[in-house]
């Protein structure tokens, strides 16, 4: 018996997660990846150096319910507004959450920008959950 997305998905909501810009560092984003999985939820990982452009459109094709963008190289602040410009574009309303090495105060300007939770490293996988599920509604 063949099931449909919306059959074999029911509970499952799609989390989309890339490495944006220059940034090349992806163990953190993999291990994400691999407790959103275990936790229940639908992910895909676009790998490193998208655009906020390419993240976007993928968001739009994949039809993601969360976006999740991480950062070591410190361009988070420049990218998310990137992403956001991009995303409001395309009229698409998809909460976004921001990982990796962010300071306190980009912290701040990155949730004043739009942004729904930042997740640091060294969260807890219960507490990175409950940031998910927070964003998501």
Do not use: W
């Not at 150096?49 to 420049?78: M, R, Y």
């Amino acid at each position: 018996m063949a099931f449909s997305r919306e059959t074999e998905m029911i509970d499952k909501n799609r989390i989309l997660l890339a490495k944006m810009g220059l940034d090349c560092h992806d163990t953190g984003v993999i291990t994400v990846a691999q407790q959103l999985r275990e936790g229940g939820f639908e992910v895909i990982y676009l790998g490193l150096h998208n655009s906020a452009d390419q993240v976007a459109k993928a968001a739009l094709e994949e039809d993601a319910d969360l976006i999740g963008v991480s950062f070591l190289s410190g361009q988070h602040v420049t990218q998310v507004r990137k992403l956001i410009d991009s995303l409001r574009a395309r009229q698409l309303e998809v909460p976004v959450v921001c990982g990796g090495v962010i300071p306190d105060d980009d912290a701040e300007e990155l949730l004043g920008m739009g942004v729904s939770e930042v997740i640091r490293p060294g969260t807890l996988t219960e507490e990175l959950l409950d940031k998910v599920r927070r964003a998501l509604g």
